[in-house]
Every structure is written in structure tokens, then in C-alpha cells.
């Protein structure tokens, strides 16, 4: 997907407060209702029809009036979220050329203040294996749309801390630098995936490293499960660098002898096919460790003296808990079509995406970034930036606040929203009702009009919008 961000330039204050309004309202509906939004932007002097007119033809929102008027967040605006909350938080300035294209991901450049470049990626679940999951199952029929905001936030947030922890570990991992919403900072790997390497200097030795490096994860208790030519990278000096770790599982895992009896085997046929390799002389004493290799010289999973902890100890500290881990692995095994199945219309909009935590709404308040020569998608705050910073230094941005606040913060809000969204769903069937009787209803010709000074919108809200 093509990435442009000179619209971030020219995007206000009033222009992110009404994207994450959208945010906020998608976390219990697929579609937010435009009044919704009014209700949670509470934009100072009103006109949030006209900034959603602008957000749509920017293409970061996406309109469906087909049950009723509403909007909903594209991959581009959710891109653009991220990117400013990273920028704000100073992890980089901009925005530079795509390096890659995963399966379910699309990785950028990007530069630092001091020019340091560093690699961007943006998780898109839903691009190519939850739609063939979708199309096999039919799972989540009725949140297609809106799930991917929940999952591809899940696979960036057990990314950074799998890639963290691994590094502490000393694994050839690159350097997790920071992390928002979907999106992953990481330090550039120097080097090609190894399926672009025609020739190696020395194959057996790259190929004992990498097995090396399966039985090594297992002995800390982990599984790779997409180890292949495309997720292992390989520099100049034949040096070699893991990737991609959103489907990593434990050893425990009930089928972890068959994900590692298939990292394995893609090594072998790898090295088999790419560099003619025959494994009868492999030694027996990769890496160090003790393993029995079968007949074909493969290890045996049963006999890793397999670590265990990692995964609950290092992970959970680095914010990834054991039920994220739960709820992505069942995305991933199309274990929760049950839910899409209910039919209870008024648990439709629930579930996964009311998950979505107001951490990851916070700090996107001022955007101050300077030119980069050398990339080619700069990001500028332009003229308001002073006014922004100033406006955010005086308020306790949701950022600053403590842990326990926020949750606090959180169940208010979420009990708020419920109650608002249940008055709005009576008032939609309300209106379709009345436009199915053939009579025009008003409100439904001025969904968008500004309803400035409710007592009624969420003060916490009003809180966490505040450093707009
Ligand atoms: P996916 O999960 O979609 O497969 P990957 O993490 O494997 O995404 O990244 C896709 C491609 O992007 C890789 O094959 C590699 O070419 C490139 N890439 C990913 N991370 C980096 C990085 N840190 N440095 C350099 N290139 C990278
Ligand atoms: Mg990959």
C-alpha cells in the first residue's frame, strides 16, 4: 500500500482531534455514527462535518451510509495516527522510501533528528491471510472492517516485545526502538533476505547458524513458526539477522513439535535447493548445544532441553500478556468465529475491538518535524506547532498520567460510550424506521450538523482531547 504523508502537513488540530474521535468510537462500533463523533471531538467552534468532508478526501476515513451515516478509519488514517504520536514522541522526524512488502505488513524508512535511518513497520492483518481466513470460515462476518484495527495492533505490540526480549537474550534480532498502535520502530537491518542471496561464501557455516538459531529459540522455550528465506537476513559479511515475529509461540504450545518440525524443514530445502547442500556431515553440536539429530540430520524437538518462563516473565513485562498472546493465536487459527456467529445485534460492534486501550489514543497532540534531505516524504507541523506544544504543556495529556488513572479513565469512558451508543443505535432504528414509513425525518438530513454545547458528551473524553 502506498504510503503518502504530505497530507500530514496540512492536516490541524481539529483534523486529528476528529480522526481520533473515529478511533475512539470504533472501538464498539464498525461504523461510527457521524453524531458520535461530533459528540466525542467536541470541537471548540463546532464544524466537524466539514473536517470529516476533509478527512474523507484525504482518504483516511471511509463513509458507509448503508445502515446509517458514519464513518469508519482506513489503514491510511490509522497510518497516520501512529505516525504522528511516534513523531511527537520524537522517535523520528520522517517519512522515507518502502523497503518491503510482507504478507501482512509494509515497511518504510524512516529518519531520526540525527539522521540515524530506521525501519517502520506497519502491520496490515486483513491484507492476504485474514481474508483467506475470512473467505475459508467465514469467521467475523460481521467485523471484518473493523477488527483489523485490533489485530494488526496486537501483532505490532507482541512484535516489539518479542524483538525486546529476544535482543536481551542475544539474539541477531534488530533493535526494537518503539512502538504505537500497528505500527513497529526497529533498527534497519544492513543487509537482504536471504532469498535474494544467490552465493554464500560459506553456506554450511550460514546454515548451521540459522539452524542454530531454531534450536537456540526452543531452549527459551520459543517457536519462530514463519522461519524461512524471507524473514532471515543476511549482511556482507554473511552475518545473519531474524525477522517477523507476530506468529511466534511457546514450546508449550499444542502443536509446537509441528511448527518446529516446519522451521526446520524450510531451512533444509532452503539450502538444499538455493545452495545443493546434502546434510549427512552436519555435526551433531550446533551451537553448542545438545542435540540428537534424527537420521536425516534433523534435531529432534524432544530432545532440546527446551527453557520455559520466557514467555510470561520477559513478555509480560514488556507489555504483551499471555491473553494477548491467546487472542492473537486464535485470530490466526480462526478460532473465534463463534463470536460472528451470535447474531445478537447488540454484541455485533463488542468483543475484540472495545479492547483497544486509550494509551494508544494518547499523545497525538503537537507535530514539530524538520525537513530531511535525504528522504523523500517529510513531515511538517507547519504554523501551528507553537500553539500546540503550548496548548499541550498546560494539560495533563493522557501520556503523563499514571497507570491507574487511565484505567480509571478507560471504564469511565467505556461506560459512557455504551450508554451514548445504545440512545444513538434507538435513534437510528428510529430513523431508518420512519424513512422506511416514507417520511423524511430531519435528523437524518442533518446528521452532520454541528450540535455544539450538549452538557451531555463525555468529560473524560473532553480530557483526553484536550491536548489537541
Ligand atoms: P511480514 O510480516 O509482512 O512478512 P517482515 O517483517 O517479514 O513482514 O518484513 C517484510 C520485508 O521487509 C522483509 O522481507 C525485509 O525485506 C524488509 N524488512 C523488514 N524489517 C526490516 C528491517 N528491520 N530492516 C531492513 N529491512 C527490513
Ligand atoms: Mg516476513
Redesign the pocket.
Known sequence: MKLNVDALRYLSKDDFRVLTAVEMGMRNHEIVPAELVDRIASLKHGGTYKVLKNLLKHKLLHHDSSKYDGFRLTYLGYDFLAIKALVNRGVFLSVGRQ???????D?FEVATEDGTVL?M?LHRLGRVSFRAVKSKRDYLRHRSSFNWLYLSRLAAVKEFAFMKALEEHGFPV?NAVDCNRHCVI????QG??LVQVKQLQNPEMVFERIIGLVIRLAEHGLIHC?FNE??I?IDDDEKVTM??F?QMVSVDHRNAQMYFDRDVECVFKFFRKRFNMSFHEIPDDIDDSEVDMDESGRPCFSSIAKGSGFLDKDLAASGFTRKDQEDIEKFVEGGIEKDADSGDEENEDGGLASELNESDISGVDSLHLVEQPTLNCDVDGRGEENEQKAEAGQTNGPETQDASDEEEDNETMISKDAELTKRLRNQNRRVIASVRGGRKNLASRNTYKDKGGRSSHNSKIQKQLSSW
Open positions: 523497503i518491503g512488502v510482507g504478507k501482512e505488513s515497511i525501519a513497520k534488530p526497529m533498527s534497519l537491518v537482504y533476505p514463519d524471507f524473514n537476513m525477522i517477523d507476530p
